[in-house]
C-alpha cells in the first residue's frame, strides 16, 4: 500500500544521504494514519447530521428495534417489531454509534496489549480507517514536526466515548406510544427504563415545598380541604392552622398516589370531623397528629378504612392525639372516651402502633378494652388529664409497653389489681406526680409496693395530699401506723355543719322564747281541754252504766236523761 509522503519526514531517502532506517519507517507511518484521520475528520459532523436525520424519518417503535438489535451485537432489523418489514437498512445513528463503540475498544485494547515490534509492523486495517471516518472529537495540536502529538491528544478516546454514549442515549430517550407499551414492555432491559427522568410534582401556590427536604409545608393558610396538587415526592406534610372542618374519606387520595408521605401533621386546623377511610390512600403514613382539634365526631373507622373486616393494617406508628377534646355542646351525648376506645380498638387496624398520646383531654376513665388492640404499644402518654382510678383499664397484654406517662391526675391510690399488673410488664417505666394521693388505710398496700418496685420513676417525689395531718409528706417515709381510716372531714365539710348547727339552736331558742312569753294563755287553753276530756269521758261512763243495768233499761228508753 502507498503511503502518503509527509514533508518533515524521509528526507534522508530524498535527498540521497542513505537508507531509511526502522525508526523513520514507523515514524513515518504513524504520521501517516494520523493525518489521514484528521482529514476523515473534516467528514466527522457531516455524517452525524446525516445519520441523525434518517434515524428521526423512521418511526419510533422502527428506531428502537435498531436499537435494542445494536445493542445485542446485530445490526439487521428486529422480526416481528412493527415498521419492520419496509425497512431493509439499518439507521445511521444506531450503525455509527455501534461502529464508534467497536472501533474505540478496538483501538484501547490494540495500543495497550498489542506488541510495538507488531505496532511498528502491521501497516493500518482497511476497517480501521473506515472507521476511523467516523471518530471524533480528538483535538490534535500538530508540533513543528509534523508528526507530534499535543497534549490534549492522550483524551481523544475517552471525548470518543462520550460521543458514542450520547448517540446511544438519544436514540433511546424517545419513548413508545402508551398504546404500544404494553405489547413490547417485556422486551426492554431495565436499565433502558430507569434511565427515563422523573419528573417532579408542582408546588400549590398556598404552600412552601423543599424537594430536597421532600417536605411541603401548607401553614397558617386558612385552606378549607386538603390540596389536591401535591407534589409526589412529599415525605413529611404540615397542614397546620388551617380550616379543615371535616376531613371526608379518601382525603388522600392522589393520582400518582402519595406513596412516600410518612409525617403528616394536622394540628390546630379547626377539624370537627374525621370520617372513615380519611387516610386510607397513604401507604407509608408513620406519624399522624391531630392535636389541638375540636373532634366532636371521630369516626370509629378513622384510621382502619371504611371497612375494618377488609382493611389492611394500618401503617401508623405513632398517633399524636393531645387537647382534642370538644365542648360539651358538640359532643352530641357521645361519651368522648368511648369514641376514642372505639377508633383505637377498631378492625385490629392499630397492632403496629407504638407511640400514643392523649395529653390534656380531660378523660375521667379509660374503657376496659381501650387498649386492648395495641400489643406493640411502647409508649402511652396520659398526662394532665382527670383519671380518678386504673380499675377498669388493663395493662396485661402491653407486654413491650416501656413508658408509662401518669402525671397531673386526679389519682388518689392504686389498688392491688393495677399494681400486680404494672409488675408484670418487664420494660415499663411508670410516672406517677403530681397526683392528690390520700394517704389513708387503703394506701398501705401502695406504699410497700412502692417501696420495694423499680418501675417508678421519681418515686421519691410522691407526697400525701390528703388528709391535713398528712400533706406533704414522702410516701416512701410512711409507717403502717400512719395509715389510718378516722373519719376526719375536710375544713370546708366541718365548716358547714358548724354553720347548720348554730342556725338550729338558734331556731329552737327563738320557739322557746314564744312559749315562754304566751305561758299563761297556753295554761288557760291546756285546762280547757282538760275539762271537755272529761265531761266527754263521764258520758261515756254514764251510758255504759245504764247499758250494762237491765231495771235501768226501760227508765232510759222513755226518759230524756
Known amino acids: ?313 394500618s401503617p401508623l406508628v405513632e398517633l399524636i392525639l393531645n387537647r382534642i377534646v370538644p365542648p360539651a355542646a358538640e359532643r352530641q351525648n357521645r361519651s368522648f372516651e368511648g369514641a376514642v376506645a372505639a377508633a383505637l380498638r377498631a378492625g385490629h387496624a392499630l397492632r403496629g402502633l407504638r407511640r400514643l398520646e392523649l395529653v390534656s383531654n380531660r378523660l375521667l376513665y379509660l374503657p376496659r378494652d381501650a387498649l386492648a388492640q395495641l400489643p406493640g404499644l411502647r409508649h402511652l402518654d396520659l398526662r394532665n388529664n382527670s383519671l380518678v382510678s386504673l380499675t377498669y383499664v388493663s395493662f396485661r397484654n402491653l407486654t413491650h409497653l416501656e413508658s408509662l406517662h401518669l402525671e397531673n391526675n386526679a389519682l388518689k391510690v392504686l389498688h392491688n389489681g393495677t399494681l400486680a399488673e404494672l409488675q408484670s410488664l418487664p420494660h415499663v417505666r411508670v410516672f406517677l406526680d403530681d397526683n392528690p394521693w390520700v394517704c389513708d388505710c387503703h394506701m398501705e398496700d401502695m406504699v410497700a409496693w412502692l417501696k420495694e418496685t423499680e418501675v417508678v420513676q421519681g418515686k421519691a417525689r410522691l407526697t400525701c395530699a390528703f388528709p391535713e395531718k398528712m400533706r406533704n409528706r414522702v410516701l416512701l417515709e410512711l409507717n403502717s401506723s400512719d395509715l389510718d381510716c378516722d373519719p376526719i372531714l375536710p375544713p370546708s365539710l366541718q365548716t358547714s355543719y358548724v354553720f347548720l348547727g348554730i342556725v338550729l339552736a338558734l331556731i329552737g331558742a327563738i320557739f322557746l322564747l314564744v312559749l315562754y312569753l304566751n305561758r299563761k294563755g297556753i295554761k288557760k287553753w291546756m285546762h280547757n281541754i282538760r275539762d271537755a276530756c272529761r265531761d266527754h269521758m263521764e258520758g261515756y261512763h254514764y251510758r255504759y252504766e245504764i247499758n250494762a243495768d237491765p231495771r235501768l233499761t226501760n227508765l232510759s228508753s222513755n226518759s230524756d236523761v
Open 1 to 313: 500500500m502507498k503511503l502518503p509522503s509527509h514533508p518533515h519526514l524521509g528526507r534522508e531517502e530524498k535527498s540521497g544521504r542513505g537508507a531509511e532506517t526502522p525508526e523513520g519507517r514507523s515514524r513515518r507511518r504513524s504520521c501517516a494514519r494520523r493525518q489521514q484521520k484528521r482529514r476523515g475528520g473534516a467528514t466527522r459532523g457531516r455524517l452525524l447530521e446525516e445519520a441523525r436525520r434518517k434515524s428521526a424519518a423512521l418511526s419510533v417503535p422502527t428506531r428502537r428495534a435498531y436499537f435494542l438489535e445494536g445493542r445485542g451485537g446485530g445490526l439487521g432489523p428486529r422480526r416481528g417489531t412493527p415498521g419492520g418489514e419496509g425497512v431493509s437498512q439499518v439507521p445511521a445513528a444506531a450503525a455509527a454509534a455501534a461502529a464508534l463503540l467497536s472501533f474505540h475498544k478496538t483501538k484501547v485494547f490494540s495500543r495497550r496489549f498489542r506488541p510495538a515490534r507488531a505496532l511498528r509492523a502491521q501497516p493500518p486495517e482497511p476497517s480501521e480507517r473506515a472507521a476511523s471516518q467516523l471518530s471524533s472529537g480528538e483535538t490534535r495540536a500538530a508540533m513543528p514536526g509534523g508528526c507530534s502529538r499535543g497534549p490534549a491528544a492522550g483524551d481523544g478516546r475517552l471525548r470518543l466515548a462520550r460521543l458514542a454514549l450520547v448517540l446511544l442515549g438519544w436514540v433511546s430517550s424517545s419513548s413508545l406510544p402508551s398504546s404500544a407499551s404494553s405489547s413490547t414492555s417485556s422486551a426492554f432491559p431495565v436499565s433502558a427504563a430507569s434511565a427515563q427522568p422523573q419528573l417532579s410534582g408542582r408546588c400549590p401556590p398556598a404552600c412552601e415545598c423543599s424537594e430536597a427536604a421532600r417536605t411541603v409545608k401548607c401553614v397558617n393558610r386558612n385552606l378549607t380541604e386538603v390540596p389536591a396538587d401535591l407534589p409526589p415526592y412529599v415525605r413529611n406534610l404540615f397542614l397546620t392552622g388551617n380550616q379543615l372542618a371535616v376531613l371526608p374519606a379518601g382525603a388522600f387520595a392522589r393520582r400518582p398516589p402519595l406513596a412516600e408521605l410518612a409525617a403528616l401533621n394536622l394540628s390546630g386546623s379547626h377539624l370537627e370531623e374525621v370520617r372513615a377511610g380519611a387516610f386510607a390512600h397513604l401507604p407509608s403514613l408513620r406519624q399522624l397528629d391531630l392535636s389541638h382539634n375540636p373532634l366532636a365526631d371521630l369516626s370509629p373507622f378513622a384510621f382502619s378504612g371504611g371497612n375494618a373486616s377488609v382493611a389492611a393494617p
